[in-house]
């Protein structure tokens, strides 16, 4: 069983940046792949950013792609989102999510490949 709580959400203008971090509990978060989702008000749940168990693969979606960068500390059972270059297109609230441990974390960009949810934190880009 995995707990995830996740914090650093707020209000930015666009081009500001935001770090939000996962706290999980539990003992295997080392095992677990790690990966932040999002969803803004009336789409479905989105794909941002997954990261292995050791740290040392991530994938990303497009629209992130150069802005966002998602890591890991293991010892600390957390993992982060840093987000660069906010736009009011990536307004939305973030969640992040562990998953099963996996050598191909590409493959891993469906809410349905994670067990275990946090409770999400709102990220608000004003233009």
């Known amino acids: 069983q995995v707990h995830l709580v996740e914090s650093g959400g707020g209000l930015v203008q666009a081009g500001g940046s935001l770090r939000l971090s996962c706290a999980a509990s539990?003992?295997?978060?080392?095992?677990?792949?790690m990966a932040w989702f999002r969803q803004a008000p009336g789409k479905e749940r989105e794909f941002v950013a997954v990261v292995s168990f050791s740290g040392g693969s991530t994938h990303y979606t497009n629209s992130v792609k150069g802005r966002f960068t998602i890591s890991r500390d293991n010892a600390k059972s957390t993992v982060y989102l840093q987000m660069n270059s906010l736009k009011p297109e990536d307004t939305a609230v973030y969640y992040c999510?562990?998953?099963?441990?996996?050598?191909?974390?590409?493959?891993?960009?469906?809410?349905?490949?994670?067990?275990?949810w946090g409770q999400g934190t709102q990220v608000t880009v004003s233009s």
């Open positions: 999510a562990a998953g099963r441990f996996s050598t191909t974390i590409a493959t891993m960009t469906g809410p349905s490949s994670y067990d275990y």
């Open positions: 539990g003992r295997t978060f080392s095992r677990h792949t």
